[in-house]
């Protein structure tokens, strides 16, 4: 989308570029002007598609020009942008078919979300988005890591989807050693650091590529520090994750730090896992304890236990009434083809199908992704070759 910024503010405009640039398709800055004045007296010769104009400083008396802006451009969206609301000009505005104001200084989110809006109405882009699903264990080794990777490779495997799994881990991330024995160039942190270039292609440049539809972006490697990872990256990330992938599977160590609370906070869905014991059950109870008070909705919190085998002392439905949140998904223990997965470095769907803990995985696929395969027929009779009525 071609733009035309009218501001002084040469910081807003730099900043506006580099948001803009970052969208799939990109918000192009073609042309600026210094004030209202200057855009209504120098029209430029191809109408832009957008105008942001930055109305913190408009007098008086440049108000009225508001409306000969709006009928030089009858066909370009507009955004406003202002420090304080003033009322006439506000009025004006709206008047003259100005729908999105914004608040300075700019929020990306709230940018973002309005490109979008104005994308739809103006029919350029069908968004694109995809899930994001999060994998927080509740105690140490719950098997978050190793359930988030197979599940992310499984869901691209055996549903044909896009995905994604990031490594959310600020220290001694590990996830992509669990499905690939490739080193990753690129982490987390050096996306952070050159977040101006982030798209979609440099996105995938990142990646550990363990199929040609499953990436990994491995956790960030620095312990000293030395790069500023701050919520809004994660924004910019999740952003650019959800317009070119199906789901983005986010394994979530268990320190949570403002980075990883802001990619929950974006999160569709969030998977706590936990084994049927004690301990578990406690640190579950504290999670929860936590993402209630977050004001996560119950309907996104979904508990996995897993390593699970029946006829223990304790029963699910006793897990269930002490965390006052439902089961979703159980996977049973299966130690050696877990083992032999995570000693190799490979899915344990590619190493062994037909395990208990693969077939577990295609279920919890289908449930996430595939209910109308379901409805067909089944994705786990299709994929382990189960008859019709068996
Ligand atoms: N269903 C299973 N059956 C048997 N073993 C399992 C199962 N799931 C995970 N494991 C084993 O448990 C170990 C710990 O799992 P994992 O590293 O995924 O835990 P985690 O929750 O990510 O731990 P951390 O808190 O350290 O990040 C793995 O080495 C794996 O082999
Ligand atoms: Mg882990």
């Not at 957008?50 to 969206?77: F, T």
């Not at 080193?183 to 977040?195: E, G, N, R, V, Y």
Request: glycine share 6%.
């Amino acid at each position: 989308m071609k733009a035309l910024m009218i501001s002084k503010d040469s910081l807003l405009q730099a900043e506006i570029a580099t948001q803009g640039s970052a969208r799939t398709p990109a918000v192009q800055l073609v042309a600026s002007r210094k004030g209202l004045r200057d855009a209504v007296e120098r029209q430029l010769p191809e109408a832009p598609e957008l105008v942001l104009l930055d109305a913190s400083d408009v007098c008086g008396d440049e108000a009225e020009m508001v409306d000969r802006l709006g009928k030089l451009y009858p066909a370009a969206s507009f955004m406003l942008l202002t420090r304080d609301p003033q009322q006439d000009l506000l009025i004006r505005a709206m008047r003259a078919g100005m729908r999105e104001v914004l608040q300075l200084p700019l929020a990306h989110r709230a940018f973002h979300e309005a490109i979008d809006r104005i994308e739809v109405a103006a029919g350029l882009s069908p968004v694109h988005e995809g899930k994001v699903l999060a994998f927080i264990s509740c105690k140490g080794g719950s098997g978050a890591t190793f359930l988030s990777t197979n599940f992310g490779y499984a869901l691209a495997a055996l549903a044909d989807k896009k995905v994604l799994l990031i490594d959310l881990h600020g220290q001694f991330g590990d996830a992509t050693l669990y499905v690939s024995d490739q080193k990753p160039a690129m982490t987390l942190s050096d996306i952070c650091a050159q977040i101006s270039r982030m798209d979609g292609a440099f996105l995938d440049s990142c990646l550990v590529h363990v199929a040609s539809n499953f990436g990994v972006l491995a956790a960030a490697d620095d312990p000293h520090r030395t790069v500023d990872m701050k919520p809004e990256h994660m924004d910019t990330i999740l952003r650019v994750a959800r317009q070119h992938y199906d789901f983005v599977v986010l394994d979530v160590g268990r320190h949570i730090d403002a980075v990883s609370l802001r990619a929950l906070d974006q999160a569709d869905a969030i998977y706590p896992v936990l084994q049927l014991a004690l301990p578990d059950i406690r640190d579950g109870r504290r999670l929860l304890d936590i993402l209630r008070s977050l004001g996560y909705p119950h309907e996104r919190i979904r508990l996995i236990v897993n390593r699970y085998e029946k006829g223990g002392k304790l029963r699910l439905a006793d897990l269930e009434q002490a965390l006052g949140a439902d089961v979703v998904h159980t996977v049973p223990n299966d130690y050696l083809s877990a083992t032999d997965s995570v000693n190799q470095g490979v899915p344990v769907l590619q190493l062994s199908r037909s395990s208990l803990v693969a077939r577990s995985l295609a279920e919890l696929v289908e449930l996430v992704a595939a209910r109308r395969v379901a409805e067909s027929r089944g994705l786990f009779d299709r994929i382990f070759g189960r008859n019709e009525g068996g």
